[in-house]
């Protein structure tokens, strides 16, 4: 028996051949080499309708080789954001109920869903266990950013208090994010904490992206057609996405024959911009596969011409961002657009592309047919760039940090 055991908890964590946001099955791999690791996750796939468990089942055991899966039922909720966040609460409850299945755990890392899933604070004390909080997205901000709820809000400011006792309860806090110290200073978090906090963004498997955009090709007439500038987005369609915007901006574009919009993903939004795109005739977009597996992703993304990150405009950026597809994005080394301004990004601070809030989609598509018609010499220089940062980000480094700063292992 390995000497140490380590729980992943993440409600949006799934089994490898579903998982999109890689972070928590990448330290499991990791950490699975010398400690024994569970990844206790939602049985629900994120941003779809697919359940992992049949209806008669409440839990099951996978086993991935250096760790397992535990998968929890929990509801469904496609758009349903009230479901979701029932969800949320469902899991800590579950892995109560279920806990004697599994081995006690020396360190339970969580990443949390602030405040929804405040019963994971009983944990401390249920398992005399380590706890670590991973805070990849701040929740009380979000409801701020997308105008749901504004900062006088006394349900915001319950929801704060919330926040800051579960950070203050853990024995360790990991933000994903660059500016979470100036977060935590906006909401009065007590400065004394601070020394128990680390700054881990999320990352990308250098050694596998690189192999797989040689060695995996997605059959796709357009990413093969070497005589289409590829303006490539690859994410999530729901209205935080704005996809509307990018829509307009490909709408300046029409007359530059050769520059197509490659559109990757699904959500909430997909029908309808697809009807819009149909009705007016847009004909430079084009509506590519709802998902395509990960080992398929360095591939498109090496094809393209621009890589583009979009969002509805608001304060997404204030902290700092730490998205999953920037640091594919990063490997891939093509430039990359993105509408909104973004503190502490590495595509303003290395000149990788455009960052900034673009109100004016006319403008936007000439800020993106620039990033086209970069020379060849240029776009070299660029790659080189994007290629040397992102090896910060590689998740065996952000793991190791994780190991000698946070877990202690």
Not at 184 to 205: A, R, T
Not at 297 to 315: T, W
């Amino acid at each position: 028996m390995k000497s140490k055991c380590l729980w992943l908890i993440n409600h949006d964590a799934t089994v490898p051949e579903f998982e999109t946001r890689l972070r928590t099955n990448e330290f499991a791999d990791y950490f699975g080499r010398y400690s024994e690791v569970y990844v206790l996750a939602s049985s629900v796939i994120h941003n779809s309708e697919l359940r992992l468990l049949k209806r008669w089942e409440f839990i099951k055991i996978l086993d991935q080789g250096s760790y397992k899966t535990i998968l929890l039922k929990t509801p469904s909720y496609g758009s349903n954001k009230f479901l979701r966040i029932v969800g949320y609460v469902y899991l800590p409850l579950a892995i109560i109920i279920f806990r004697n299945r599994l081995r006690r755990p020396d360190v339970i890392s969580i990443t949390a869903n602030v405040p929804f899933d405040f019963l994971f604070i009983v944990f401390k004390k249920l398992f005399q266990s380590k706890i670590v909080v991973e805070i990849l997205d701040l929740w009380p901000e979000s409801f701020v950013t997308m105008g749901l709820l504004n900062r006088d809000s006394r349900l915001l400011k319950v929801m704060i208090r919330l926040e800051k006792y579960f950070y203050k309860h853990a024995d360790k806090l990991v933000f994903s994010m660059p500016g979470a110290k100036d977060y935590l200073i906006d909401i009065n978090y007590k400065q004394p904490e601070y020394q128990k906090i680390s700054i881990i963004n999320n990352g990308v498997n250098l050694d596998k992206f690189y192999s797989d955009s040689r060695s995996v090709v997605l059959k796709d007439a357009d990413l093969e057609n070497d005589a289409i500038d590829k303006v490539i987005y690859m994410g999530s369609m729901r209205h935080a996405n704005d996809l509307d915007f990018l829509i307009d901006t490909a709408c300046y574009l029409r007359d530059k024959t050769n520059v197509k919009f490659l559109l990757y993903g699904d959500g909430d939004q997909r029908p309808r911009l697809e009807e819009r795109c149909l009705k007016e005739d847009i004909s430079n977009v084009i509506w590519k596969q709802k998902y395509i597996p990960m080992e398929n992703v360095p591939y498109v993304l090496s094809r393209a011409s621009v890589n583009i990150m979009n969002y509805r405009q608001g304060e997404w950026g204030k902290y700092g961002g730490s998205q999953s597809k920037l640091f594919q994005y990063l490997a891939a080394g093509n430039p990359i657009a993105c509408n909104i301004e973004v503190v502490h990004s590495p595509i303003i601070q290395l000149k990788l592309g455009i960052s900034y809030m673009a109100v004016n989609p006319k403008n936007y598509s000439q800020e993106i047919f620039g990033l086209v018609n970069m020379s060849e010499e240029e776009r070299l220089r660029l790659k080189k760039r994007a290629q040397s940062k992102v090896r910060e980000f590689d998740y065996v480094y952000l793991a190791e940090r994780m190991k000698n700063e946070v877990f202690d292992f």
